[in-house]
């Protein structure tokens, strides 16, 4: 399973950017997406979610800012990311989640996308 995440960028406050990741390689269907990020010596945290049936999640700090988007029949996965502020730097990265049989296996990640945004 590979996943390509395209998109990062250097983009000052108040701009946008959008991220995109595509999954390759799976003969399973993809049951949700993600988008991750992690800044230098800090954990990775969850910024958005979509499952196959259309459900999101959201990060409290990036609500009404980040729309993730997700194409599920290309396995494909977007984050339109708008308003972007300083604290929004970080590394991104995309992760899926699918079934192998009856094991739900979500420790799918792509390579990380740099994103900054200067003030």
């Known amino acids: 399973v590979q996943l390509q995440a395209s998109g990062g960028g250097e983009v000052q406050a108040g701009g946008s950017l959008r991220l995109s990741c595509s999954v390759s390689?799976?003969?399973?269907?993809?049951?949700?997406m993600s988008w991750h990020r992690q800044l230098v010596g800090k954990q990775r945290e969850l910024v958005a979610s979509?499952?196959?049936?259309?459900?999101?999640e959201y990060a409290d700090s990036v609500k009404g800012r980040f729309t993730i988007s997700g194409d599920f029949a290309e396995n494909t996965v977007f984050l339109q990311m708008d308003s972007l502020k300083p604290d929004d730097t970080a590394v991104y990265y995309c992760?899926?989640?699918?079934?192998?049989?009856?094991?739900?296996?979500?420790?799918?990640w792509g390579q990380g996308t740099q994103v900054t945004v200067s003030s």
């Open positions: 992760n899926a989640s699918f079934y192998r049989g009856y094991i739900y296996d979500h420790d799918n």
């Open positions: 979509v499952t196959v049936r259309g459900a999101t």
């Open positions: 390689g799976i003969t399973f269907s993809v049951q949700a």
